[in-house]
C-alpha cells in the first residue's frame, strides 16, 4: 500500500506503524492482527493518505484498553509535531548495562519499536577505535571492559580495580559517543544507543531528548545469562570455560554494581530485567512518557 506525500505516492513502510503500536502496549501478536484489520478495511484504495492510515489502525484498538489509545495518540501527535519547523529534537534512546544484562538484544526490539533510523553501539566504537589506537599505546582498549583493569586504570583510588579498568575505557569511548548522539541530535533522527562505555547521566545534559536507561537483572539472573552468552551470542572473543565465565562474571557484576550507584546520582531510568518481554514493555513506557513530556515542553 502506498501513502500520499504531498502528491507522491510512495511505499508506506509499515514498521513505523507496527512500532507505534508496540510502544502503545500492543502485544506483539496483536500488532499483526491490527495492522491486517486496518489493511482490509482500506483495501479498495492504492494510495491513501497516511492519517487515514493511522486512524484505521486506531479505530481497532481494544476499546476498554484507554491507556493504550492514550499512548498510541501521544505518539501520533508526536510525529505530527515533529514535522512542523519549530519541533522537539528526536527521541535518543541510551541502554546502559554491564556485560550480559540483556541490553544489546533489548536494544533490537526498540530499534523495531521506534523505527529508530540511527543506531549506535559502544562495542563498534571501541573496535573502530583500536584501529587508530594499538595495543601498544592503548592495551586497555583491546580487551573486554572487565578485563582492562589489568592494563590501565582511571577514576578515584578508593575504587575496585575493575571499575577503575572500566573507567578507563569509558574515558576513550563515551566523548566518542557524545560526539555522535550530538551529530543525531542535529540531524532529527530517532536513534537507540547501547552500550557498556556509557556511566549513567552521561549523555543526559546533550539535550531533553535523552533517555537514559539502565538495565539491571537480579545478580542470579545477569550470571546465568553472562555464563550462557558464548552460546547464546555465537561470540567466539569470550572464554568456554566455566570457572574463568564464574571469575569474569563477578568483575562484571561490579561495574553493573557501580553503574546502579551512578543512576542515584543521575537522572537515569532503572529497569530491573526479568524476561525480555517485561523488560521490553517498561522501556516503551518510559519512550511514551518522555514523547509525552516533549509535547507538553512545545506547548501542544
Not at 538484544?105 to 521506534?114: G, R
Not at 580487551?143 to 583510588?157: I, S
Not at 578508593?158 to 550530538?182: D, F, H, K, S, T
Not at 546502579?260 to 537515569?268: A, G, H, N, Q, R
Request: net charge negative; with cysteine; aromatic share 6%.
Amino acid at each position: 500500500m502506498n501513502i500520499d506525500v504531498e502528491g507522491y505516492s510512495i511505499p508506506y513502510p509499515w514498521v513505523v506503524l507496527r512500532g507505534r503500536l508496540r510502544l502503545s502496549g500492543v502485544n506483539p501478536w496483536d500488532v499483526e492482527r491490527i495492522v491486517a484489520n486496518a489493511v482490509h478495511a482500506l483495501r479498495k484504495h492504492d494510495t491513501i493518505a497516511e492519517e487515514d492510515l493511522v486512524q484505521a489502525c486506531r479505530s481497532k484498538l481494544p476499546a476498554k484498553d484507554l491507556a493504550v489509545q492514550h499512548s498510541f495518540d501521544v505518539l501520533t501527535a508526536y510525529e505530527r509535531l515533529r514535522r512542523e519547523k519549530i519541533s522537539p529534537p528526536p527521541v535518543v534512546l541510551v541502554l546502559e548495562g554491564a556485560s550480559g544484562t540483556g541490553k544489546s538484544m533489548l536494544a533490537l526490539n526498540m530499534i523495531f519499536n521506534m523505527a529508530a533510523t540511527r543506531v549506535i553501539s559502544t562495542d563498534t566504537i571501541r573496535q573502530i577505535l583500536r584501529d587508530f589506537r594499538p595495543k601498544e599505546t592503548n592495551p586497555e582498549l583491546h580487551c573486554h571492559t572487565y578485563q582492562a583493569h589489568t592494563h590501565k586504570q582511571a577514576g578515584p583510588e578508593n575504587l575496585e580495580p575493575v571499575v577503575r579498568g572500566y573507567l578507563a575505557q569509558c574515558e576513550l569511548i563515551c566523548p566518542q559517543v557524545q560526539r555522535m548522539v550530538q551529530r543525531v541530535v542535529v540531524e532529527g533522527a530517532d536513534t537507540v544507543v547501547e552500550g557498556v562505555h556509557i556511566l549513567p547521566g552521561d549523555l543526559h545534559d546533550i539535550c531533553p531528548s535523552v533517555l537514559e536507561v539502565l538495565v539491571n537483572p537480579e545478580p542470579k539472573v545477569h550470571k546465568e545469562m553472562f555464563i550462557t552468552k558464548h552460546l547464546t551470542g555465537k561470540l567466539r572473543t569470550v572464554s568456554e570455560n566455566e570457572s574463568d565465565r564464574l571469575k569474569e562474571f563477578r568483575a562484571a557484576r561490579l561495574i553493573q554494581d557501580y553503574m546502579v550507584e551512578c543512576v542515584f546520582k543521575s537522572e537515569t531510568e532503572i529497569v530491573g530485567f526479568t524476561d525480555y518481554r517485561q523488560a521490553e514493555d517498561a522501556i516503551c513506557q518510559l519512550v511514551v512518557a518522555k514523547i509525552e513530556s516533549l509535547i507538553e515542553d512545545f506547548g501542544v
